[in-house]
Structures are given as structure tokens and as C-alpha cells.
């Protein structure tokens, strides 16, 4: 006969296990123990634990006598005889240390799309609003990806386009495919290294802080500021 215990802080009971028994509540004191015989805690089902995975000996025959053999770690030491050359950009000789010194007026400006929107968003004039940011004489230049864009944006953009037209704006012919201004600016700011970039666009003002020595013209508090000059005479203290 199977019994049941009821265990408590102060007294044990013992009660008969029948088959018509029920427990319908039981107290948050009490706990309930299935035992097979009196005064063993054990229970019938066999506990059972995390089955490892039985793995082949090293020394069992049906194993090949090649993958018996330790495999021998590979050495980290290079050798010199598969030696990589790469071949690195020569670093231009008109930087000193992070500034460009092939820069000086009259200082060579190359203009984006948006720096001519925001230019007339804020009602200033483009060269003379760079002379007060340089204090010196600027010659402002386009290139015919720009123009493209400006032609493209349509009659919206009529004033931008004409402010483009200026005979003060150089043009820059491209010889590429496309109309996509970045990547033309980007191509040919790492060749020459004499332009500064005139945008007011974060993604490209990123791309072009990894290429050094060429300064970036923004706009900033209703006037143009510059960055990555030694002598950034316009820029606004911050």
C-alpha cells in the first residue's frame, strides 16, 4: 500500500494512498511526498541526467591509420618566400602634416548642386561670400556633372541654373559616363589635390574627410565657414 506523506514545520503525517483518494487542497505549508515504503524518501522513476555522446577511441581498428594521426597545427611564422607586395599611393609632397600647402590664392573652388540651393535658400552671393570666408580671390568651378543635375532638377531650379551660367564659374569637362556629381568630384579632388569642395552634403563631405589635404566650404550660421585650413579666417568660433 503506497502512503503519503504530509509534511509540515511540527508534525508528519501519515496517510493510506486508496484509489478512490483525492487531494482537492492542500495548504502552502504542507508538501506531498510519493514514497513506495515508510521513512525512504526515494521514488520509483529513475532520475535521469544529460546523455553524453559516445565518441570512438583513437586506438579502435575500424579507425584509419591516417586519422589516428594528430593533424600538426600550421606555424604562425610567415615565410619569406610568400612575401605579398602591395603597392601604396605615393603621399603628395605639398602636404605638411595634415594641411596642403600647394594651397593660396587665388584659391580654386569647385561647387556642388546643393551649396548653390542653400547659397540662394540664404540670399548671399557666391564669390563674394567666399572672398569674406578666404579673404582672398576666389575662382569658383563646375563641372558638367553638376550642370547636368542642375538642367535635369528642372524649372524649379531656374535660378540655381542661371547663377551656374555666371562667365565668373569656370567649367570642368568630364570625360566619364553618368551624371553622378559625387563620384566625379571624389575622382578628381584625389588626382588634383589644388581644388577646394564647396557642398553642403553630409555623405559626400564624409567621403571626401578621407582624402587629405583637401579643405571643405559649408554653410554654417548664415555664412560660409571652412574647414581643414590652417588659416580658416571666416569660420565661425564654436
Known amino acids: 500500500m503506497k502512503y503519503y506523506f504530509f509534511s509540515c514545520n511540527l508534525v508528519t503525517l501519515a496517510l493510506p494512498c486508496y484509489p478512490h483518494f483525492r487531494l482537492l487542497h492542500v495548504e502552502s505549508l504542507l508538501t506531498i511526498e510519493p514514497v513506495t515504503k515508510m521513512g525512504k524518501g526515494k521514488t520509483k522513476a529513475a532520475k535521469t541526467y544529460a546523455a553524453m555522446k559516445r565518441m570512438i577511441n583513437l586506438k579502435d581498428s575500424r579507425i584509419k591509420y591516417e586519422e589516428r594521426q594528430k593533424k600538426k597545427r600550421k606555424s604562425k611564422k610567415p615565410n619569406p618566400e610568400n612575401i605579398t607586395e602591395r603597392n601604396l599611393p605615393q603621399a603628395s609632397s605639398a602636404m605638411f602634416f595634415k594641411y596642403n600647402t600647394q594651397l593660396g590664392p587665388p584659391y580654386h573652388i569647385i561647387v556642388d548642386t546643393n551649396f548653390i540651393n542653400f547659397s540662394i535658400k540664404n540670399k548671399l552671393e557666391i564669390i563674394q561670400s567666399m572672398m569674406d570666408c578666404l579673404y582672398a580671390k576666389c ?97 565661425p568660433k564654436t
Open 139 to 235: 575662382i569658383p568651378y563646375i563641372t558638367d556633372c553638376v550642370m547636368g543635375e542642375l538642367e535635369k532638377l528642372g524649372s524649379k531650379y531656374r535660378v540655381a541654373l542661371r547663377i551656374a551660367r555666371d562667365p565668373r564659374f569656370k567649367r570642368l569637362p568630364c570625360l566619364h559616363k553618368g551624371t553622378y556629381a559625387d563620384d566625379c568630384i571624389v575622382q578628381r579632388i584625389t588626382q588634383h589635390k589644388c581644388y577646394i569642395v564647396a557642398t553642403c552634403d553630409k555623405d559626400l563631405r564624409r567621403r571626401i574627410r578621407k582624402i587629405p589635404g583637401v579643405p571643405i566650404m559649408y554653410l554654417q550660421q548664415h555664412r560660409y565657414s571652412i574647414e581643414r585650413m590652417p588659416d580658416a579666417f571666416g569660420a
